[in-house]
């Protein structure tokens, strides 16, 4: 079965700088795909990123990029110049390319924003 | 575009009694997926249906079960409530385009068991 380990269990930034959040997976699968979730206090889970594991180049989206490192089985997510609103949990998940979608989680990792 | 609906959004059952929790997709997503969150377990995923078919199921009891009707609306029922299973079930739509679309979560269930 296919894990999933976030080792922060809490992380704090100071706004407008950046922050990494750490992921690591185990798999046997070449195909898959990994996202990163974040869940505010509301508790709906929005998605922040997804990389594609047979794509080399990160991810990017704004603010948040990724350092993805497939032969490490390694997912960071760096999110630069951080703000209030960032505060959240934040979750890794993996998810096979061919076990529909069965998403498998980490433990989570709150972040805290200082102002 | 409306997101993903769980109804009710708390709920509040005595041991032994059972539940009933509904999720209504994105329009047009034929694939929803339940999940149960908790302090301890973290997100686990209970079980996906798509077209009224159960595709894959977590590693839970058998007082846990659920279908999904032809308007991809989908419902899970726990049964014999046992204190453990208070929690926030999360429900999850996607189009399955192909495998790599993302999961849109609704706001969840919060179930509390006394």
């Known amino acids: 079965a296919q894990t999933v380990t976030q080792s922060q269990p809490e992380m704090s930034v100071q706004e407008a700088e950046t922050v990494t959040l750490s992921c690591t997976y185990d798999t046997s699968e070449s195909d898959y795909y990994l996202f990163w979730y974040k869940q505010p206090p509301s508790r709906q889970m929005i998605l922040v990123i997804r990389q594609e594991a047979y794509k080399q180049q990160n991810a990017t989206e704004n603010r948040f990029s990724v350092n993805f490192q497939k032969a490490a089985k390694s997912f960071s997510l760096k999110i630069s110049d951080s703000q209030l609103g960032d505060a959240a949990m934040y979750f890794c998940?993996?998810?096979?390319?061919?076990?529909?979608?069965?998403?498998?989680f980490g433990t989570g990792t709150s972040l805290t924003v200082i102002p | 575009k409306a997101g993903v609906t769980q109804t009710p959004r708390y709920l509040i059952k005595t041991r032994g009694q059972q539940v009933t929790l509904s999720c209504s997709p994105i329009?047009?997503?034929?694939?929803v997926s339940w999940y149960q969150q908790t302090p301890g377990q973290g997100l686990q995923f209970l079980f996906e249906y798509f077209s009224e078919t159960q595709r894959n199921k977590g590693n839970f009891p058998g007082r846990f079960s659920g279908r999904q009707f032809s308007n991809s609306r989908s419902e899970m029922n726990v049964s014999t409530l046992e204190l453990g299973d208070s929690a926030l079930y999360l429900c999850?739509?996607?189009?399955?385009?192909?495998?790599?679309?993302?999961?849109?979560f609704g706001q969840g269930t919060r179930l509390t068991v006394v």
């Open positions: 329009s047009g997503h034929r694939s």
């Open positions: 998940a993996y998810r096979s390319a061919r076990s529909g979608n069965q998403f498998y």
């Open positions: 999850a739509s996607s189009s399955d385009v192909n495998s790599g679309t993302e999961a849109f």
